[in-house]
């Protein structure tokens, strides 16, 4: 049976697709879900009429995607965090945190466009991804710095002049002896 799909249907087609499927199928399933009509000239005319406005559709949140990347682009976001000297991070810069980030910046963007893999854990420029539509991603710049180095406490000792002296371990339990009953005599 042909039919046209009004939806985008799984593994079947998209929107306006002329598909050939089994009848019980089309009967049971498509026709009834409003996912798809029958191929008869009248409804042929009206999908056409709906891919085009569609396709209007899709540009316009194309161009607003593209605009909204040239923002994001433009932007570059700065962290202020409490870092080690080796440049590890005290913490770590997440996914929510930057979102946070560029809603205070005045851009609405849905967290969950965002593409980090995982949490930011050093100082440095990173790179996030932000994908705005199918066709359309932003490169955001987000830059860690050290909002105080913290030295390590034998660094600090040695600085100070001062002998730096490991902590002693914890004395070891003996280990307990079995009472043994005393021979009486």
């Known amino acids: 049976m042909n039919v046209i799909l009004t939806q985008d249907v799984y593994k079947l087609g998209s929107l ?31 999908v056409e009429h709906h891919r085009a406005i569609l396709a209007k559709k899709r540009a316009l949140a194309i161009d607003e995607s593209k605009a909204l990347e040239a923002k994001l682009e433009a932007l570059e976001l700065l962290f202020k965090v409490k870092a080690g000297e080796s440049g590890k991070l005290f913490g770590s810069v997440t996914l929510k945190q930057i979102a946070d980030e560029v809603h205070a910046q005045g851009i609405e963007v849905d967290r969950r466009l965002f593409a980090l893999a995982a949490p930011i854990k050093s100082l440095g420029t990173h790179l996030v991804t932000v994908k705005l539509h199918t066709e359309v991603y932003a490169e955001l710049k987000i830059k860690v710095a050290a909002e105080e180095i913290i030295k390590d406490a034998k660094a600090k000792a040695l600085e100070a002049g001062l002998d730096y002296e490991e902590e002693p371990e914890a004395p070891k339990a003996k280990p307990r002896r079995e009472e043994t009953p005393e021979e009486e005599a």
Do not use: C, H, S, W
């Open 16 to 46: 306006g697709d002329e598909v050939n499927v089994k009848p019980g199928y089309a009967r049971n399933f498509l026709i009834p879900q409003g996912k798809a009509v029958p191929m008869t000239r009248g409804n042929q005319k009206m």
